[in-house]
């Protein structure tokens, strides 16, 4: 059974960094890309970014480049969400999810597991 | 301005059939943007629908389905039930290793 178990939640001050995780498991975490989401209080879903298992290839919404950091070590199947400087603008639930494509495509595709979510709180 | 459209609300009838939307602020949605649905209930993570147009996913019922109808994508929920009242997502591919997710639709079963 494929799984996407996250690191639990967090609650920081301003300014403090944070990275939280994403663990794959029951699949060949090598084989995906793992995307982040994030979803404000009583908002929708917004797209984060992505990564390859390698860490190695990223993507970043326009919108979240530069706010935030997508990593991964496929050695221990996990992925990274990272902050170096929090704001409280980033108190939200976040998701990550296992891309998967149509056989025999190398792009697009869409989300087919998704972790449990971490929320993030942040307040001074 | 949300580039990735959806129907903020939308209410159907136990028993009846809803077709909801995803289009794009300019242009036409085909197979190429992998369109894909979500659903998601309060208080819980989204779970997998759809994917690349009309892909079930594992365990989904057949009463959803997806396609292309028009210039959009669309998602067909028939013989909905009170366990269908929720919030639903669709996600497109922008190109260039980018997806957007659609601003969402709450359905109601009434």
């Known amino acids: 059974e494929v799984q996407l178990v996250q690191s639990g939640a967090e609650v920081k001050k301003p300014g403090e960094s944070l990275r939280i995780s994403c663990k794959g498991s029951g699949y060949n975490f090598a084989n995906y890309w793992i995307a982040w989401a994030r979803q404000m209080p009583g908002k929708g879903l917004e797209w984060m970014g992505i990564?390859?298992?390698?860490?190695?290839?990223?993507r970043y919404s326009p919108s979240f480049e530069g706010q935030v950091t997508i990593s991964a070590d496929k050695s221990i199947s996990t992925a990274y969400l990272h902050w170096s400087s929090l704001k409280a603008s980033d108190t939200a639930m976040y998701y990550c999810?296992?891309?998967?494509?149509?056989?025999?495509?190398?792009?697009?595709?869409?989300?087919?597991?998704w972790g449990q979510g971490t929320l993030v709180t942040v307040s001074s | 301005q949300t580039v990735v459209t959806q129907e903020p609300s939308f209410s159907v009838s136990p028993g009846g059939t809803v077709t909801l939307t995803c289009g794009l602020r300019s242009g036409s949605v085909s197979t190429s943007y992998y369109p894909s649905w979500y659903q998601q209930t309060p208080g819980q993570a989204p779970r997998t629908l759809v994917y690349?147009?009309?892909t079930r996913s594992s365990g989904v019922p057949d009463r959803f389905s997806g396609s292309i109808l028009g210039n959009k994508a669309a998602l067909i929920i028939t013989g909905a039930q009170a366990d269908d009242e929720c919030d639903y997502y669709c996600s497109l591919y922008m190109g260039g290793g980018i997806w957007v997710f659609g601003g969402g639709t709450k359905v109601t079963v009434l």
């Open positions: 690349n147009t009309a």
């Open positions: 999810a296992r891309r998967i494509i149509a056989v025999g495509a190398t792009s697009g595709g869409g989300f087919d597991s």
């Open positions: 990564t390859h298992s390698s860490g190695s290839d990223l």
